[in-house]
């Protein structure tokens, strides 16, 4: 799932510093813990990672 949502990230050229502020993190490591895993992502923060990325939740965080 980490792997999919950089994959995604990158696709969009989105970089990491721009997704952070999107979600609300004062600082891009907020947001680096999140794709590396090392923190949990919500349910109100992956919808908001799958509007930013304009793809289904499901998409993001269900399918292999």
């Not at 979600?23 to 990672?49: C, M, V």
């Amino acid at each position: 799932m980490y792997e999919k949502l950089k994959e995604l990230r990158l696709k969009k050229g989105i970089t990491q510093e721009e997704m952070a502020r999107k979600l609300g993190y004062k600082y891009t490591s907020g947001y680096n813990q999140l794709e590396k895993g090392k923190r949990k992502i919500d349910i109100e923060t992956a919808r908001k990672i799958a509007l930013i990325l304009e793809e289904p939740v499901e998409e993001i965080f269900f399918k292999p």
